[in-house]
């Protein structure tokens, strides 16, 4: 079996921690492989705060928490650094959403397959697939 890495986008990871049922069993089965590498980003937590922030009634989701089960489930955080953004300023502007850019820059730099509900973002990149959650 081949060894993947993957950095989920923020839709993903919250799927994936707190309704793993909405992944189809092969992404399931794949984020929870050992041998395959799980990134969320940093900037996915800062995403959840500003959202939990807004005090939305969909939207109970507390940064704290999700850090922590996403470290407990043994996913790894991959910060964003300065290095990372400098190809942001070649993107062309398909997509606005100034969290989902940053995640497609992370993705390249790593690189790794970035697990999205956007389907927007496959314009950027092979890296990038599109899930469909259920």
Not at 32 to 52: L, M, Q
Not at 101 to 107: C, E, F
């Amino acid at each position: 079996m081949a060894v993947h890495v993957y950095l989920l986008d923020t839709n993903i990871l919250l799927a994936a921690l707190l309704a793993p049922e909405r992944l189809s069993q092969q992404i399931a089965e794949n984020l929870a492989d050992p041998d395959n590498t799980v990134y969320f980003s940093s900037a996915s937590i800062w995403e959840v705060a500003i959202k939990r922030s807004l005090n939305r009634a969909y939207f109970e989701f507390n940064p704290d928490d999700i850090h922590r089960l996403a470290i407990d489930t043994g996913f790894t955080e991959l910060p964003v650094t300065g290095g990372q953004c400098y190809a942001l300023v070649d993107f062309p502007w398909y997509h606005r959403d100034p969290f989902d850019r940053l995640l497609i820059s992370q993705a390249l730099s790593l690189p790794a397959y970035l697990l999205t509900t956007d389907g927007v973002l496959s314009q950027y990149s092979d890296l990038v697939v599109f899930l469909k959650l259920k």
